[in-house]
């Protein structure tokens, strides 16, 4: 890719490497909310303002959940070519949308930590299809926790019945408050069950099955992927699987894009580890539920990321744009508006054309 430019002393083709291990974060509906900045001293995670789903994420906390997790895997892959990155969050009031900058810190081999997570990136995939009824160990919850502690977040484990019992009300009431805001009912159909030929949202599963109700933590009438439902294949789906949730440990514009890097420093781990996990996500979403969740964990700060984990069959990878579709040559606009004074300071963004695009 020649129209990829070099930068921290890197090749292209490195920047290239980066970018891709950037791009497989999670993100919601697989939206890839972020865009990237490349200069010879300097790569810059941006949020795309285009990409924001103001049904379901109306303030981009979840944006900035994903702008994080795409930072820590770029962390992740410049120490793979032996490179410590400096990073510097932004909290910069002209460019709102600037999550990041990432420089040359000198030459560090990479930890045999840093190799095995790097190495799970590309394995890494959000599960939503039921679990088995194994259960993940203490052993394996304390790896967990402490892979967010090492990002400064905290993991609470839901293990009390009572909170439990509380936190499946709590995603039954987010669920019908979702459902009955055509907003979100149509947000949620432009970028789920897409056309297997596009390059983001959430592709359907062969077979799956979609029901109505929502009353437990996960869809339960998925069929197995080959048109057979739970009932016809006799597998017993998972009745208790572990619920996690991560909060930051900290106040301020940055906190999202922290935890969103110890987010995803949980979801290498769980995946090293053989584990499935997938997002509760609407219980977040739904600001009244999000605090009664706050209230019933007694957390001090507010909780950014609902997990479910257990053990799970392999499901395919969801699609990824080309990275070339995600470079900026200049910061974009804010949205949904922005100030004549942040035109004149930046005129003209503009987006790398991707080559596909001529």
């Known amino acids: 890719m020649t129209d990829i430019p070099a930068a921290l002393g890197l090749t292209s083709e490195d920047v290239v490497g980066l970018l891709t291990a ?16 490349v200069a010879p001293d300097v790569i810059e995670v941006w ?31 410049l120490h793979g070519l032996g490179i410590r990155p400096l990073v510097t969050l932004q909290a910069d009031r002209a460019y ?18 840093q190799r095995d997570l790097l190495a799970a990136i590309p394995r890494r995939r959000t ?13 394996e919850l304390t790896a967990l926790r402490r892979a967010a502690v090492e990002e400064g977040a905290w993991l609470h484990v839901v ?27 149509a947000e949620f159909a432009r970028w789920t069950a ?19 109700l929502h009353d437990r933590w996960v869809k339960r009438d998925f069929t197995d992927g080959q048109g057979r439902t739970t009932a016809q294949t006799g ?9 996690v949730v991560l909060s930051a440990q900290m106040f301020g514009p940055t906190s999202e894009v922290s935890t969103g890097q110890a987010m995803q420093r949980v979801l290498l781990t769980a995946t090293l ?4 996990v997938s997002f509760l996500s609407q219980i977040i979403e739904v600001d009244q539920t999000r605090e009664r969740l706050r209230s019933l964990i007694r957390g001090v700060h507010n909780p950014q990321v609902l997990l479910r984990i257990g053990r799970g069959w392999p499901v395919p990878s969801t699609p990824r744009r080309p990275v070339a579709d995600t470079l900026i040559t200049a910061p974009p606009p804010h949205s949904p508006s922005h100030s004549h004074a942040d035109e004149h300071r930046d005129p003209g963004w503009a987006r790398r054309p991707s080559r596909a695009a001529g």
Not at 54 to 76: K, V, W
Not at 166 to 172: E, F, I, P, T
Request: glycine share 6%.
């Open 273 to 276: 580890a053989g584990l499935a």
């Open 235 to 243: 597998i017993v789906f998972e009745t208790r699987p572990a619920i």
């Open 127 to 139: 599960n939503r299809r039921p679990f088995t009824d194994q259960p993940v160990t203490g052993t």
């Open 47 to 77: 949020a795309d303002p285009t990409r924001r789903l103001p049904a379901a994420d109306p303030h981009g906390r979840e944006q900035r959940l994903a702008c994080g997790a795409a930072l820590f895997n770029l962390r992740l892959a």
């Open 96 to 113: 709102p949308d600037l999550i990041a900058t990432i420089r040359y810190g000198g030459r560090k081999p990479p930890t045999p930590s």
């Open 159 to 185: 293990d009390d019945p009572d909170e439990r019992a509380q936190l499946q009300d709590l995603s039954a009431q987010a669920y019908a408050v979702q459902q009955a805001d055509p907003a979100f009912q």
């Open 194 to 212: 897409v056309s297997p030929d596009r390059a983001d949202g959430i592709p359907a599963l062969p077979g799956e099955q979609r029901p109505a």
């Open 22 to 37: 950037a791009g497989r974060a999670p993100s919601l509906h697989n939206s890839q909310p972020w865009l990237f900045r």
